[in-house]
């Protein structure tokens, strides 16, 4: 028979992560909304079909496919979306030579051997805004 | 009003562009495509508004350079990996003076940011280095850049360094 403290294992090991969020009033409109539409009653069901099709999106894009819409009269518009074009391989940048002094040579391996600064508070700001 | 960023596509309107620099100015509408596309040297990543797509309100170029590790004085040289120092370069950054103050530089820059992030540990890199202007210094060392030594008093930039693990520590609780 397993002891209480397996038993408390056991049942943290199947425990669900909860997933909460603050939603506007304009989001929340939005996730009712589209609830309705798709017949999801569930704030679960809706979430595992979004994240299936976010990961969808992610895995074309990652192999550099293109994702568009196409209307009934042969138009495509094409889905840009900032956070899914950092996985595209689009994101690999071209080689350039750039000119350098000794001087700046110097500095430059100065800087690239000491610590890194430590981030400016505009920096940290910028960057989790 | 809600930015988009993303890469420079051939029907994106430049022509009425202006950040008040010539030099920027002509880069977007005269060289920024056929750089991307055709010969290579460099990605511009564009700023839109979500009412117009294609109407550009700013912009930022990058490309990956490196520094053959041959090439620094020899004194440094003792104690270094044995491979070239990849880095990032950020080109040009600019925002059309019409949109000025309202936060889109930052925006793009942040934008730059994420991209050398994810460029670095797809294929590493160390830095990222600018040619600022001069009197646009302090906004690019208020997000970290430091200066390098050497650059002549008399050029219209001087050249900045950001390091990569800097950046990264941001993304840190």
Known sequence: MPST?????????????????????IEDRIVRSLKEELQVSSNSDFMSDAVALFQWAVGERKRGHKIFSESTTGEREVLVLPRLERVAPGALLPYVNVAWNEK????????TRAEPARPTEALVRLMRG | MGLITRRLQEDDVVENFDCKDDPLNNYLKKHAWTNQQKILVGVTYVAVGESAPTMVLGYFTLATSAVPRDSFPK??????PAYDLPLILLARLAV???????????????????????????????????????????WYAKYGFLPLEGGAENQPTQRMFLDIRTLKATLKN
């Open chain 1, 104 to 111: 700046e040579l110097e500095s430059l391996i100065d800087s």
């Open chain 2, 75 to 80: 004194k440094h040289v003792r104690g270094l």
């Open chain 2, 96 to 138: 059309d003076y019409r949109f000025g103050g309202k936060g889109f530089g930052p925006q793009l820059l942040r934008e730059a940011f994420r991209i050398s992030i994810a460029v670095s540990e797809q294929v590493g890199c160390r830095c990222i280095i600018t040619d600022a202007y001069r009197d646009k210094m302090s």
């Open chain 1, 5 to 25: 403290g397996t038993k408390r294992a056991q049942r943290n090991h199947t425990r669900k992560p909860k997933f909460q969020a603050d939603l506007a009033p």
